[in-house]
């Protein structure tokens, strides 16, 4: 079966432009999440989703950041405008429930320059 | 709000041997789950290991065993026979188990080395 795929796996991008990172949770999980990985913070839960409905917000740093999952396999984290801070690993992980083990993808690469 | 500490940034076991990840977590919750992932240098991260608080008995998978100490808030990561491919980052990781914070809470990892 395929895991949760995640597109690209490596991002480079000038400070300013949009930044879209792309999940396909495995199919049939009903939740899904996006993490960001630095060396400062480690790893942190940015968003997640339950059938396709946002449940918690609270870990997005600002309005630049913005996340959408327009139906059940695929989900969108966008960046608008990007700063060099925003350079991390993204990852999304799905699960089959909201209280079963989490599946991460390989994670995106993000270099804003 | 849960926080989760791993003391050790670095450990070394040689093939083999047995090795054992510290983890300490705070929580003011009675039913929670608990995790171990690892990640190796292909940054993919991998879950190695569950355990739900409100079992008593430790959870094994095969050379992975953890010792959950409950009251103590304690939950470390047992190796054994450890293998070179067992070269990775390993995070512990808790979740609550009811309500909709589903999110996992992660500690700041360990860097495992496999020596020869």
Known sequence: DAGVIQSPRHEVTEMGQEVTLRCKPISGHNSLFWYRQTMMRGLELLIYFNNNVPIDDSGMPEDRFSAKMPNASFSTLKIQPSEPRDSAVYFCASSLAEDQPQHFGDGTRLSIL | ?116
């Open chain 2, 1 to 116: 709000a849960q926080t989760v500490t791993q003391s050790q940034p670095e450990m070394s076991v040689q093939e083999a041997e047995t090795v054992t990840l510290s983890c300490t977590y705070d929580t003011s919750e009675s039913d929670y789950y608990l995790f171990w992932y690892k990640q190796p240098p292909s940054r993919q991260m991998i879950l190695v290991i569950r355990q739900e608080a409100y079992k008593q008995q430790n959870a094994t998978e095969n050379r992975f065993s953890v010792n959950f100490q409950k009251a103590a808030k304690s939950f470390s990561l047992k190796i054994s026979d450890s293998q070179l491919g067992d070269a990775a980052m390993y995070f512990c990781a808790y979740r609550r188990r009811t309500g909709t914070a589903s999110k996992l809470t992660f500690g700041t990892g360990t860097r495992l080395q496999v020596t020869l």
